[in-house]
């Protein structure tokens, strides 16, 4: 394992490890989970504290993402020219949202005649890509506060939206604006609007610089911590003013608990400000202290961490069929329901079918173990033909 990952940075690949780990909860839960089909998790005038924050702690997962491949863009550009590393990204994100279309589509739905298109977690990752090819020809001096004022400054967008089922519409939802569209029977969702996402991943750039060879550990380590301290101190003065910041302020609740779960129920589509200094914060401190940070747990959770786009296409597809296998095995539901030709969550089709939220957790720590022997072998894989240019893309 240590010759594997000799050449890794361990505290990225156990972050990266981590948040995936946390995804494939999320994605059990809308699946597997029986209330997931009845309301909004976040909803807080129905949801519990469990459900909740099963939900909540999932915000982690796509922003993390974007900033580590930012910086694994830092680190493979060490070994590659400009031009060369721009090359690489623009192809790759041209991929990614190639991938997103097809195959990854094709997980969440079952159906060969694509229905529904979801512009989600890789469409942006791949646009980001993109962006980024662009980005890396500016020095980081530059780079860093043009991210800083996209981050800081989207949310003045908040109440700028494009009604009706027209293409300029579409576009502007691709930008900045959540929202299902209809053309020729087909629906398109947009989930996950490129701003201000576009400006994570060459933020994440940026932060490769503190990992070059030589960089001293202890200063990556303090600056680490005082980056993650300022965001999530930041987060609480602006979230504590409640005058921007996030579409939808927090209000008193019927008890200091919810109150607070208003408090941290920040909007993820598009990120808010809020929400990425919490989710970013958080990851800057995860980094400060996790440099030198070894053992069993941190060597299995880094393996995800990885290979995290062959785990990301496996577990959507794993996560579908069981769920299709426990609608055949519930009295009165139908499996083919699951071949997925209009969304069926918040509505009454899947009455009856459906597991608790603990039975839901036992289900998703299965996902992962099961996962793990698989994207063990990849990895291996990947390590052992380093000369085989289209591993890279997986």
């Known amino acids: 394992m240590d010759n594997l990952a000799k050449n890794r940075i361990t505290s990225i690949d156990l972050l990266r490890g981590t948040v995936m780990i946390i995804m494939a909860l999320d994605h059990v839960r809308d699946y597997l989970f029986t209330d997931s089909f009845f309301y909004d998790p976040l909803d807080l005038a129905r949801t519990s504290g469990a459900v909740f924050f099963t939900r909540w702690i999932t915000h982690f997962c796509a922003p993390i993402f974007m900033l580590l491949a930012g910086t694994s863009a830092f680190l493979i550009g060490q070994r590659k020219s400009k031009q060369e590393l721009s090359g690489f990204l623009l192809k790759r994100g041209i991929w990614l949202i190639v991938l997103e ?87 398109f969702l947009v989930g996950y609007p490129i701003v201000p996402l576009l400006a994570v991943m060459p933020l994440g750039y940026c932060l490769g610089t503190w990992y070059t060879a030589g960089y001293d550990v202890t200063k990556r380590q303090r600056h680490l911590k005082w980056t993650g301290l300022i965001a999530l101190t930041a987060f609480l003065l602006i979230r504590l003013l409640n005058a921007y910041g996030d579409p939808i302020p927090w209000t008193p609740q019927k008890d200091t608990f919810f109150t607070f779960l208003s408090f941290i129920n920040v909007n993820k589509y598009p990120p808010s400000l809020s929400y990425l200094l919490l989710t970013l914060g958080a990851a800057s401190l995860f980094l400060s202290v996790t ?104």
């Not at 298109?117 to 646009?127: K, M, R, V």
């Open 101 to 187: 279309l097809t195959v990854i589509n094709l997980g969440w739905n079952f159906n060969l005649a694509f229905p529904m298109f979801f512009f989600i977690t890789i469409w942006a990752l791949g646009l980001s890509m993109i962006i980024l090819a662009a980005f890396i020809y500016l020095p980081v001096k530059v780079i860093l506060p043009v991210c800083l004022v996209i981050i800081a400054g989207h949310d003045l967008l908040d109440g700028v939206h494009f009604d009706g089922n027209s293409f300029p519409s579409f576009l502007w939802s691709l930008l900045h604006d959540q929202r299902f569209f209809t053309w020729n029977d087909r629906m």
């Open 291 to 394: 440099e030198r940070l070894k053992g069993p747990a941190v060597r299995v959770i880094s393996v995800f961490g990885r290979v995290p786009m062959f785990y990301y296409l496996v577990h959507i597809y794993v996560i579908h069929a069981m769920a299709m296998l426990a609608s055949a095995l519930t009295t009165g539901q139908d499996w083919r329901r699951w071949i997925l030709t209009k969304p069926i969550w918040f509505t009454e089709d899947l009455k009856g079918y459906g597991f608790s939220l603990p039975t839901a957790y036992l289900i998703w720590i299965f996902v992962v173990i099961g996962l793990y022997p698989l994207c063990k072998r990849y990895d291996a894989y990947k390590q052992a033909h380093k000369d085989k240019w289209w591993l890279s893309y997986l």
